[in-house]
């Protein structure tokens, strides 16, 4: 038995658990228990996936390990994938690496087990790569990596790229880069072709109107294809089929359309959205259902400012966890609970060698300042803001404070 048990190893689920130790060390004098009380972190994999960096070439480094992140404060991490939440019971049923299964029960429960992408059912599935898991992202990496050696012929050197969103775009511009570096030493690089496919009438349509033109202008100055207002039907190992009856001639085709939540979710007797995600109240505690249970990060329906819900998105999953470790910690010890307040929503695509785009509120408006600027917001980001301190137990709770955002957490160009 935990006193408070953290599902998940992302964002969400390691500032949960660092949170949750926070408060409890801070209230130790105050509060007697506190001192006593045990915080675990459930999670299959020993790392922290820097997943908002896997459309970048060299992925197999962008991970942290978690027992150098929270094993210095006291948080114990069990290995195992869970995969059933009893609430009246307060147990979690979970499977370890090699099968075997246990209980583990708890007092509060944070479910912090982020999404997925959803792939399709179609013919030739199977050969579709996506970047959505650091393992995935290392498939993807080495089969680049095997193509000089592969045999010549139509589609060599060229990558379908199926869903023009965020992640779509990232990765889009950055194989143009990827795909001429592998193909520079067969000579082959103006034979790189990287093509956009979307079933919409416009690439980025959730990334706003203001945003599009300079996205057109890099795809343009990258060459990168669009194939707009079509899908695919299937695909083989040397073309990718389109539902106009065409075949775009590739031997690279990802997906990137499309999240859910965890499966997870569906175990909890409560109210879902359209994404999965469980229907938290302002304290991130999971509506309608005893046993205080919260939720975090991807598999939450929190709300942001002006009632907007909140993009599923490493900028999120981190204040998410931040609050739901604190009030499940703070439930314990019956203090007052915090309410979630993340900072403005703002956006950064980057535009591989064309450079990058920043937005700021769901109205996207353009963010503007000197030439780079939002190339080198991006380059923190992904480099500074989103990696916890490793090794340093006081930096850990010093961040995992709610009231510290990512910006104040390392330095950055805005």
């Not at 390990?65 to 195992?80: E, Y």
């Not at 650091?134 to 680049?144: F, G, P, S």
């Not at 009030?327 to 609970?337: E, I």
């Not at 090794?391 to 850990?396: A, C, F, I, Q, T």
Request: charged share 20%; proline share 7%; aromatic share 4%.
């Amino acid at each position: 038995m935990f006193d408070i048990l953290v599902l998940g190893g992302g964002f969400a689920g390691l500032w949960s658990a660092a949170a949750a130790t926070r408060l409890l060390r801070t209230h130790a004098d105050l509060h007697p228990e506190a001192a006593g009380t045990t915080v675990a972190l459930l999670t299959p994999l020993p790392d922290l996936t820097l997943r908002p960096r896997l459309y970048q070439a060299d992925p197999a480094g962008f991970r942290v390990p978690l027992d150098r992140v929270l094993g210095p404060v006291g948080v114990r991490r069990i290995a195992a994938t869970a995969t059933a939440v009893d609430t009246g019971r307060r147990r979690v049923t979970a499977v370890a690496a090699d099968g075997s299964r246990t209980e583990v029960g708890y007092r509060r429960l944070v479910l912090a087990t982020g999404s997925a992408v959803v792939r399709p059912e179609l013919p030739g599935a199977p050969l579709l790569h996506d970047i959505d898991t650091l393992a995935a992202a290392v498939r993807l990496e080495d089969h680049l990596r095997a193509l000089p050696q592969a045999p010549d012929g139509p589609g060599r050197w060229s990558a379908v790229v199926v869903g023009a969103g965020f992640t779509g775009l990232e990765l889009a511009t950055e194989l143009v880069g990827r795909l001429r570096a592998k193909a520079a030493p067969c000579g082959a690089e103006g034979q790189v072709r990287v093509i956009l496919v979307e079933r919409a009438a416009a690439v980025g349509e959730g990334l706003g109107e203001a945003a599009r033109p300079v996205i057109i202008r890099a795809l343009d100055e990258l060459g990168v294809e669009r194939r707009l207002g079509v899908t695919v039907t299937g695909l083989d190992e040397h073309a990718v089929h389109l539902s106009d009856g065409s075949a775009l001639p590739a031997r690279t085709a990802v997906w990137t359309a499309g999240m859910r939540a965890s499966a997870l979710t569906e175990r909890i007797p409560a109210p879902r959205d359209g994404l999965g995600r469980l229907a938290v109240d302002a304290r991130l505690r999971v509506s309608g259902v005893e046993g205080s249970i919260y939720a975090a990060g991807d598999t939450a329906a929190a709300m942001a400012e002006d009632g907007h819900p909140v993009p599923q998105s490493c900028q999120h999953a981190t204040p998410l966890g931040k609050v739901a470790g604190h009030n499940a910690a703070a439930d314990l010890l019956g203090l007052p609970p915090v309410g979630f307040a993340p900072d403005p929503y703002s956006t950064c695509l980057d535009l591989g060698a064309a450079g990058a785009v920043a937005t700021a509120g769901f109205g996207r408006t353009l963010r503007r300042g000197p030439d780079g600027f939002a190339k080198e917001l991006k380059r923190a980001i992904n480099e500074t803001w989103i990696s916890p301190p490793v090794d340093d137990p006081e930096e850990l709770l010093r961040r995992a404070d709610h009231r510290v955002s990512q910006r104040q957490s390392a330095p950055h160009p805005a």
